[in-house]
């Protein structure tokens, strides 16, 4: 399966020049949606969580996919490829496809909560989702596992990995190494704290063995004496506002890589984990709009790249140290009431 052509393909190629590197990534998954806790009650969901179809309009990966194309941005779309087990391989081929044909880049995430599932049966394994804690041959199954499921869906090899709810230990990088994978984004210390201080990163990259790793960006909010509080870079997670004052801050700082997180469920307002209802989440829509727009406006600043393109760059670079990013306390007071008002407010 071969990416169509891109606008911004000549721009990522290019070297940073002293530019921060902006990384959009999009986390692409289905839901157990109370599969697990409510056997022969429910059954997992694809459509929904990944679509988000409201009134025949995909208000999730196609809005993202919209977005993208129109500020011109590439991104890596990190696929979970164990979904397999339960659903087999048509839905997230159709979902690879459709990224694929819009030109952007596809990299593998990992769930092994879905090897609970075989043949769309429940199996009676052990309900974990981590990765962390596994070991490395067992994770080096679960990434060959995952490649192979690329592979039966015409995606190019994978050469980045996310995990899971970024649950991460340096097993997971030996065993990426085992397999000849060499960049993750399985790192983000405002959602998953991970056990080693080796992997407490908030910006840049890191050489880990064999592995380059470059966390989800995190930053500080806010702080109170003894006490720093970390927020992802996540468009759900932070206004528009504050994010593009993170990215400018991160520009003024000289901090080189920043990874934004997004998924496409985060641009749907769904009633219950069962997506009874849906209507387009217009706060998040508004967000992601802002600042793609903020980036591709400032291409003398910001670097947009995707992993596919960082996987060639990175080896041949230094490391960036991880910095202490900074946000504005009162861009996160602004957010805390945006947020509370979209959720409590169906037709925002």
């Known amino acids: ?13 290019r070297s940073a020049a ?30 929904e969580p990944v679509h988000g179809r409201v009134d025949g309009r995909s208000e999730g990966l196609g809005f993202v996919l919209e977005t993208l194309a129109a500020a011109g941005l590439p991104a890596t779309f990190f696929v979970e490829a164990l979904n397999h087990r339960y659903f087999g391989d048509a839905p ?49 199954a679960l990434l060959r596992e995952g490649m192979a499921s690329f592979a039966r869906w015409g995606v190019a090899p994978p050469v980045a990995l996310r995990t899971g709810g970024l649950s991460v230990d340096p097993a997971v990088h030996e065993a990426m190494r085992r397999v000849g994978m060499r960049v993750s984004s399985s790192v983000g210390i405002a959602i998953a704290m991970p056990r080693e201080p080796g992997l407490r990163i908030a910006t840049g990259r890191r050489r880990l063995g064999d592995v380059i790793e470059a966390p989800v960006t995190s930053f500080g909010d806010w702080r109170l004496p003894g006490r720093r ?23 003024r700082d000289g901090i080189g890589t920043l990874v934004l997180l997004t ?39 910001f670097d947009a790249i995707d992993f596919a393109t960082a996987a060639a760059r990175w080896p041949a670079l230094p490391d960036e140290p991880s910095r202490d990013l900074r946000g504005s306390a ?9 947020n509370a008002l979209n959720d409590r407010v169906w037709a925002m």
């Open 229 to 251: 509080h970390l927020r992802p870079l996540q468009v759900s997670a932070c206004s528009a506002r504050e994010a593009i004052a993170v990215l400018d801050a991160a520009r």
């Open 263 to 301: 998924h496409p469920f985060e641009y749907v307002k769904a009633d219950g984990f069962r997506y009874a209802r849906m209507r387009p989440n217009r706060v998040n829509q508004s967000r992601l709009r802002a600042i793609c727009a903020h980036v591709a406006a400032r291409p003398g600043e």
């Open 1 to 13: 399966m071969r990416r169509a052509p891109r606008r911004c393909e000549h721009r990522a190629m």
């Open 92 to 140: 997230m081929a159709s979902v690879c496809r459709q990224v694929a044909a819009a030109g952007q880049d596809i990299q593998l995430h990992l769930h092994p909560v879905w090897t609970c599932f075989e043949h769309g049966r429940r199996n009676g394994g052990v309900v974990d989702d981590a990765c962390a804690g596994r070991g490395a041959t067992a994770m080096e």
């Open 18 to 47: 002293g530019r921060t590197e902006v990384l959009i990534t999009v986390d692409v998954e289905f839901s157990i949606a109370g599969a697990l806790t409510h056997p022969g009650v429910h059954a997992p969901l694809w459509e």
């Open 330 to 338: 009162a861009l996160a007071l602004l957010r805390m009431g945006e």
